[in-house]
């Protein structure tokens, strides 16, 4: 048996818990583009986690080229149970294991609450109770992964605008993705018209910033090093909306004239800025440009 962890802090909790099996982190940062399944895919993504966060490419490439190793002996070790939250984070990961290893004895804890929370009797129940990864989660799961990782994301909005009660928080979660896109409004995304209406308040250190930007609960599920690359993003546009102050932790954030007039819709973002960001498997630039319209819960073109 196989336990697939989404990160280091609860598979080193089920070890404690004594739950058999052995207890593997999933280490990745799928949000991150371009996620463009393909022959080449550990070195794009090995460049594109490196270019992110600012890691070494050569570690960076190591890690990700062991993991998909593990991922093709897992099928081996008979039964795999994955463990994942109702978070973007996690569901992006869920969809991409499962793409990978289903088709084999594969269960699931996924859980609306966050997992590192429970004691070791909890966690052991959690496992006591998992589910199996039926053939109808597994093909929504599929469906879901392409239209994530397409080209174009107007797949995504039939995936959005229905339930899908055999895979709980898929549909949210997927709007929530589908929000990180330029909005109708100003055309920002959603994590960034957070930071801004956050910095709109007064400027912070990252310390008291950070837990402001992903409110309990925590639906997006970003870890720091996500809302750091936010932040460098929105002070290196062309024309910045956010500034800072000060090095290190004593780092201060505050939000520009031109991030306020973005902020408040009297500028569109788009108009004194051009995108080249990876979303999934849509690369935005001012020639593919796509906007979420939160009133419709869609993506529309332009």
């Known amino acids: 048996m196989i336990h697939i962890h989404n990160g280091d802090v609860v598979a080193q909790l089920a070890k404690r818990a004594n739950i058999p099996g052995d207890h593997i982190a999933f280490r990745e940062s799928l949000i991150t583009g371009p996620v463009v399944p393909g022959d080449d ?11 992110r966060y600012g890691d070494d490419l050569l570690r960076v490439r190591t890690a990700v080229l062991e993991q998909e190793q593990m991922l093709d002996h897992a099928r081996s070790r008979g039964e795999i149970v994955l463990w994942f939250e109702h978070d973007l984070f996690c569901l992006v990961h869920l969809l991409y294991v ?35 990864v039926t053939p109808m989660m597994l093909t929504t799961a599929r469906n879901a992964w392409r239209a994530y990782t397409a ?3 107007g797949g995504l909005n039939a995936l959005i605008a229905r339930e899908a009660p055999d895979f709980p928080f898929l549909r949210e979660g997927l709007a929530l993705h ?44 970003f870890g720091d090093s996500e809302v750091l690359a936010t932040l460098r993003a929105l002070e290196r546009k062309g024309v910045p909306l956010i500034m800072t102050s000060g090095t290190g932790q004593k780092t201060i954030y505050s939000i520009t004239p031109a991030g306020e007039k973005v902020l408040h ?8 800025n051009d995108p080249d960001a990876w979303l ?3 690369h935005l630039t001012k020639e593919n440009v796509w906007r979420w319209d939160g009133a419709t819960l869609s993506q529309v073109p332009g």
Do not use: H, K, M
């Open 41 to 51: 895919w550990i070195e794009t993504r090995a460049q594109a986690l490196a270019d």
């Open 98 to 132: 499962l793409e990978r290893v289903g088709g084999t004895r594969v269960t699931a804890v996924w859980c609306p609450t966050p997992i590192s929370q429970y004691d070791d009797r909890e966690l052991f129940l959690r496992f006591e109770s998992r589910r199996a």
């Open 151 to 153: 080209p174009d994301p």
């Open 178 to 221: 589908a929000s990180r896109f330029p909005s109708t409004q100003n055309g920002l995304g959603a994590i960034e018209q957070r930071i801004l209406s956050v910095l709109a308040t007064g400027s912070l250190d990252f310390l008291s910033l950070f837990p402001q930007v992903d409110t309990d609960p925590a639906t997006y599920g």
């Open 265 to 272: 819709g009297e500028i569109d973002d788009l108009a004194i």
């Open 280 to 282: 999934g498997g849509v």
